[in-house]
């Protein structure tokens, strides 16, 4: 059940990445741990999938009309979203003993990660942190496209097997109200008596759908996927962002209150340890308090469960992220962090199994004509059809 056999692969590559091109290549890019330290065991169970899909995608390719097939890795860039290395390695999937930076020197081609991107014009990236802000934005200059798949582990497989057209089409439902909308009125409730309201400025920003499916050149993003998400305006014009409010954010059994405003986290409020931990990674790097994104997941509807990784949880339900916002068509990028390991986008997902203190009791969205819509009440959304 949860592994991929020939007739899911053969189901999957065509519809993630419709055929376009007259000659495909696919590279299936793994970052590799740079000493046991850093390692996890669901880090080593994602590098040996990874080589097996590999194994699994050469034996297919003819089949998927895939002209090569190759495993790329590089070495851990520490962080979720910041910049790839310069170089990666061409690695046999046959004999790899990927444990450490140090083996991909003996056992792989040191290659430019240019020289990948122009060879490559389909990815699968399997790895410890995330790649969908880098690969975004190289994909613009490459015009290659990616499937981002940050912390996959076996149980995500059956997000892979669901219908993409129903999702594609209630996320494209969900992009269309967002591109209209100049506002997000957002409500909730901690521990059921405590109400928060954020705001969140939608101005200069079009929507964004993760619909599963990268049918156009230059793309990239999740998979699994299903949402759809925005970047609230962050006041790169001249007027100043209107996003303000308070945040409520429940880690373990701690809710930690951000205070909002123009778009930055500017202040934490609570008397806990992530407290006092929030304030000072805000003090540290000012950047991580910007209001990167507001998504809205779907897969819940479809009978997905979460899983604790939150490549799967953030497709479930309504979201927001901190951080970097480049990627997405904002304008804070890696540049605004102190170093590439301090470069970070992190969702922070409003449902009841991760968050059960807090309650989204509503999103309301406001059109510049003067009306609004309820689209979500209660953690569920209310959208018909």
Same mark, same amino acid.
């Given at each position: 059940?949860?592994?991929?056999?020939?007739?899911?692969?053969?189901?999957?590559?065509?519809?993630?990445?419709?055929?376009?091109?007259?000659?495909?290549?696919?590279?299936?890019?793994?970052?590799?741990?740079?000493?046991?330290?850093?390692?996890?065991?669901?880090?080593?169970?994602?590098?040996?999938?990874?080589?097996?899909?590999?194994?699994?995608?050469?034996?297919?390719?003819?089949?998927?009309?895939?002209?090569?097939?190759?495993?790329?890795?590089?070495?851990?860039?520490?962080?979720?979203?910041?910049?790839?290395?310069?170089?990666?390695?061409?690695?046999?999937?046959?004999?790899?003993?990927?444990?450490?930076?140090?083996?991909?020197?003996?056992?792989?081609?040191?290659?430019?990660?240019?020289?990948?991107?122009?060879?490559?014009?389909?990815?699968?990236?399997?790895?410890?942190?995330?790649?969908?802000?880098?690969?975004?934005?190289?994909?613009?200059?490459?015009?290659?496209?990616?499937?981002?798949?940050?912390?996959?582990?076996?149980?995500?497989?059956?997000?892979?097997?669901?219908?993409?057209?129903?999702?594609?089409?209630?996320?494209?439902?969900?992009?269309?109200?967002?591109?209209?909308?100049?506002?997000? =009125?957002?409500?909730?409730?901690?521990? @059921?008596?405590?109400?928060? *309201?954020?705001?969140?400025? !939608? $101005? /200069?920003?079009? +929507?964004?759908?993760?619909?599963?499916?990268?049918?156009?050149?230059?793309?990239?993003?999740?998979?699994?996927?299903?949402?759809?998400?925005?970047?609230?305006?962050?006041?790169?014009?001249?007027?100043?962002?209107?996003?303000?409010?308070?945040?409520?954010?429940?880690?373990?059994?701690?809710?930690?209150?951000?205070?909002?405003?123009?778009?930055? =986290?500017?202040?934490?409020?609570?008397? @806990?340890?992530?407290?006092? *931990?929030?304030?000072?990674? !805000? $003090? /540290?790097?000012? +950047?991580?308090?910007?209001?990167?994104?507001?998504?809205?997941?779907?897969?819940?509807?479809?009978?997905?469960?979460?899983?604790?990784?939150?490549?799967?949880?953030?497709?479930?339900?309504?979201?927001?992220?901190?951080?970097?916002?480049?990627?997405?068509?904002?304008?804070?990028?890696?540049?605004?962090?102190?170093?590439?390991?301090?470069?970070?986008?992190?969702?922070?997902?409003?449902?009841?199994?991760?968050?059960?203190?807090?309650?989204?009791?509503?999103?309301?969205?406001?059109?510049?004509?003067?009306?609004?819509?309820?689209?979500?009440?209660?953690?569920?959304?209310?959208?018909?059809?």
């Amino acid at each position: 059940m949860h592994r991929l056999y020939k007739k899911d692969w053969l189901q999957l590559i065509p519809s993630v990445f419709p055929p376009i091109e007259a000659q495909q290549a696919l590279a299936v890019l793994l970052d590799v741990p740079r000493d046991s330290q850093e390692d996890n065991p669901d880090w080593q169970a994602r590098r040996r999938l990874a080589v097996d899909w590999t194994k699994a995608l050469k034996r297919l390719a003819a089949e998927l009309h895939l002209a090569e097939v190759q495993l790329v890795c590089y070495p851990s860039v520490g962080s979720n979203n910041a910049d790839l290395p310069p170089n990666g390695f061409y690695v046999n999937p046959d004999s790899p003993n990927l444990t450490k930076t140090a083996d991909l020197d003996r056992q792989g081609v040191l290659v430019p990660f240019s020289s990948v991107f122009s060879r490559f014009n389909l990815f699968l990236a399997p790895t410890e942190y995330s790649t969908t802000a880098p690969l975004k934005i190289a994909a613009r200059t490459y015009h290659f496209r990616a499937a981002t798949m940050p912390g996959f582990c076996l149980a995500m497989i059956p997000a892979l097997r669901i219908d993409y057209g129903l999702v594609n089409s209630r996320v494209m439902a969900l992009k269309t109200r967002l591109d209209r909308a100049d506002h997000a =009125a957002v409500g909730f409730c901690v521990d @059921g008596r405590e109400n928060c *309201q954020m705001i969140f400025d !939608l $101005r /200069n920003r079009t +929507a964004h759908a993760s619909g599963g499916r990268f049918p156009e050149r230059g793309t990239a993003g999740n998979l699994p996927s299903g949402e759809a998400y925005i970047v609230p305006y962050e006041g790169e014009a001249k007027e100043c962002s209107a996003t303000q409010g308070i945040l409520p954010v429940q880690f373990e059994n701690e809710i930690v209150y951000y205070q909002i405003d123009k778009n930055r =986290a500017r202040s934490v409020n609570g008397e @806990g340890a992530m407290a006092q *931990q929030e304030r000072e990674h !805000l $003090r /540290n790097e000012p +950047a991580y308090g910007n209001m990167a994104e507001l998504g809205f997941g779907v897969l819940s509807e479809f009978g997905i469960e979460p899983i604790g990784e939150i490549l799967l949880d953030e497709k479930l339900g309504f979201h927001v992220a901190f951080g970097r916002s480049d990627h997405f068509g904002g304008f804070v990028g890696a540049a605004q962090f102190s170093s590439a390991k301090a470069v970070v986008h992190i969702d922070r997902i409003y449902i009841p199994a991760i968050q059960p203190r807090i309650e989204l009791k509503s999103v309301e969205l406001h059109y510049p004509d003067g009306k609004l819509e309820r689209i979500m009440q209660s953690s569920d959304y209310t959208l018909g059809g």
